[in-house]
């Protein structure tokens, strides 16, 4: 089943780059990497989603490398309406469990 | 707006009732997947739908069943309810498959006193 670790919660400051990265180690070779925001008592949203090296959109940009197991969302010169969780979400044999999410804090 | 609308947005009942939250998913969209989400909790997946049909099941209780009708519109029903069901109950849509985009509806908001 799939699988996925991000860390539990980020600290950031207005104006910096922030890299938020996630293992799915049992990734499979269809598999697409996809990206969610949530603000509290909203459902999630959709950022960004990838399935090999780098992708980029209006509001974020995903790397994966080479062997798919990790990727990296890149949110570019964060602001205070930033802080939310994000959630990497990587479906396995239709396995469409979220995994904890990272928490990220953008201070002034 | 994400276009999937859940209703009601709020619902207050006892400990032992049974309770029917609907979703209605974006126009086109074949699959429905209903999430449970306790205070300062993750995402917990419950069940998926695709045009009617049962195709994923997560965590869901035996306590809890749902369905998706033929205009596509889904109805999560939760029964014998304990204070441990209170919870923001998210519905979500997508076109087909479960690597494509999910749309959240706003949610469920279930308080079980």
């Known amino acids: 089943l799939a699988k996925t670790t991000q860390p539990i919660s980020m600290d950031s400051y207005e104006g910096q780059e922030v890299n938020i990265t996630c293992s799915h180690n049992n990734i499979a070779t269809n598999d697409y990497i996809t990206w969610y925001q949530q603000f509290p008592s909203q459902g999630p949203r959709f950022i960004i989603q990838g399935y090999k090296t780098k992708v980029t959109n209006e509001v974020a940009s995903l790397f994966i490398p080479a062997d798919r197991k990790s990727s990296t969302l890149s949110l570019p010169r964060v602001s205070l309406s930033d802080t939310a969780v994000y959630y990497c979400l990587v479906v396995v044999d239709n396995d469409m469990r979220f995994g904890a999410g990272t928490r990220l804090t953008v201070k002034p | 707006d994400s276009g999937v609308t859940q209703t009601p947005k709020h619902l207050i009942t006892a400990t032992g009732q049974r309770v029917t939250l609907r979703c209605s998913p974006r126009?086109?969209?074949?699959?429905v997947y209903w999430y449970q989400q306790s205070l300062d909790q993750g995402l917990q997946f419950l069940i998926q739908?695709?045009?009617?049909?049962?195709?994923a099941k997560g965590n869901i209780l035996e306590r809890f069943s749902a369905q998706q009708f033929p205009d596509l519109h889904s109805e999560l029903n939760l029964s014998s309810l304990e204070l441990g069901d209170s919870a923001l109950y998210f519905c979500a849509s997508s076109v087909g498959g479960a690597n494509e985009k999910l749309f959240f509806g706003s949610g469920t908001q279930l308080s079980v006193l």
């Open positions: 126009s086109g969209d074949l699959s």
């Open positions: 739908y695709y045009n009617g049909e049962e195709r």
